[in-house]
């Protein structure tokens, strides 16, 4: 329920498949694929998604305002609500990711807003009868967190579904820029109507975008492929899906690399709202200013992510991304050491340079994924990938608490800083730098690098 700056997925191009491989993707037709603005399932998810996405943001800086401003929370609070998000992913994504393959995908991603919405609406009338407190939001962020790996999974399964995969880079993109587009304007809005009507009343604005994106998605005209027929046991798929991501070459670094940068981030970003709200002191406007900073980043980062695979190769652009991302980390550290006008500047370049770099690299790896897994385990793959990335993030979450309590606020921001640039290192020594186009490689095949 707090904006996490390292949150997203995505990847390129291809060589020639062997045909009658039924575990590799191949392409649909070799005709000129259908603009995907004509494409009305895809667009529907798009709209839905965008809608989605200016409602949450708004609600998004709302529940920090919340927890450090109305409800006094404490650093271990904070770090407690941050973490309450990621428990979800730890203990749900691997039985849900399989559950997802076998039934609509469609129907989990409406059900799935229908229950983000109920909750976002309690928080205004819990505050109304004067009962909200820090153990509702703690609770209502794992609800949330929990609906939302329903959402996730369906939504990271049904899009190549949706598109050909010519357009899968295009389509994620496209996904990434529209929606973060709406989120731009979204926090500096929510912080303006933070000073003007009071903050628990912004989570309305996420009920409104879940519900409507609910609607949109309904108009999704049905599954493609229908939901997978299935024989064995849930436990047998799950050992499956881990044993494809954790044993291929190009998908296992990247999910490592992920994994480290989402638990140092999480040690510093967990201390963000108290940063800038308490630190520095800083309103609600300007704090909602700074994470628009970070949503205008995502949007070119976003759009601009094809051209880093053009212009670099699929391989090199992965480890290229993630560096960008990382470097402004360092940035709140200006908090310590420069006046407040300069450290807010500083921060807000800091936002812009690390969400771009972070969506990215999250559209460049995303779409090298899927291009890599056959479609019957693209729901068991993410939930592999993000019960270890997301998972671990309330590790990073509650050692920030109880660092910035004991250590200092600044020591928490340089942990996260240091230790995210480790997943640089893994991504360098990984067969990925050393290529520049991504080769397929089938299901259960080793990786054997061309001499």
């Known amino acids: 329920m707090t904006h996490d700056p390292h949150k997203a997925s995505a990847a390129e191009d291809e060589p020639l498949i062997p045909p009658g491989d039924a575990d590799v993707p191949t392409p649909l037709t070799t005709a000129t694929p259908a603009s995907l603005w004509r494409n009305r399932p895809y667009m529907a998810l798009l709209t839905g998604e965008t809608v989605q996405g200016f409602g949450v943001e708004i609600a998004q800086v709302a529940i920090p305002i919340i927890a450090v401003t109305y409800l006094v929370a404490s650093e271990v609070e904070i770090g407690i609500l941050n973490a309450a998000e990621g428990v979800a992913f730890l203990l749900l994504s691997l039985p849900v990711g399989a559950y997802v393959d076998r039934v609509s995908r469609r129907r989990i991603m409406v059900w799935a807003n229908v229950v983000r919405a109920l909750v976002m609406a309690a928080i205004p ?108 046991r849930i436990i047998d798929e799950i050992k499956e899906g881990m044993r494809f991501v954790f044993h291929h070459p190009f998908i296992r670094p990247v999910v490592v690399s992920t994994a480290v940068s989402n638990l140092f981030s999480n040690v510093g970003y967990t201390m963000f709202s108290i940063l800038l709200l308490r630190y520095l002191g800083l309103g609600p406007g300007v704090y909602g200013l700074l994470l628009t900073a970070g949503s205008i980043g995502a949007i070119v980062g976003a759009f601009t992510a094809p051209k880093f695979t053009k212009a670099f190769g699929e391989g090199h652009a992965i480890p290229i991304t993630y560096l960008v991302s990382s470097v402004p980390m360092f940035f709140p550290l200006a908090a310590f050491v420069a006046p407040v006008p300069v450290a807010t500047v500083l921060i807000a370049i800091g936002m812009f340079l690390g969400m771009f770099g972070v969506v990215a690299f999250n559209v460049v790896q995303v779409s090298m994924r899927q291009r890599q897994c056959p479609p019957r385990l693209l729901g068991r793959m993410t939930a592999s990938i993000r019960t270890v990335i997301w998972g671990i993030g309330p590790v990073g979450a509650l050692a920030s608490g109880f660092i910035a309590t004991h250590l200092g606020l600044a020591t928490a921001f340089w942990i996260g800083a240091v230790g995210n640039l480790a997943g640089v290192i893994i991504l360098m020594v990984s067969p990925l730098w050393r290529m520049g186009r991504v080769p397929v490689v089938p299901s259960g095949e080793p990786y054997v690098p061309q001499p």
């Open 125 to 232: 009338i819990l505050w109304l009868t004067d009962t909200l407190e820090m153990s509702w939001l703690m609770v209502g962020a794992f609800l949330i967190s929990a609906a939302a790996v329903f959402f996730d999974m369906a939504y990271m399964s049904i899009v190549p579904s949706l598109v050909e995969e010519d357009q899968l880079d295009v389509a994620n993109s496209r996904l990434q820029t529209t929606a973060w587009t709406a989120r731009a304007a979204g926090p500096g809005l929510g912080g303006l109507l933070a000073r003007v009507i009071s903050a628990p009343f912004l989570p309305i604005a996420a009920t409104v975008g879940y519900l409507a994106s609910g609607v949109a998605i309904w108009r999704i005209p049905a599954d493609e492929p229908p939901p997978r027929e299935h024989e064995s």
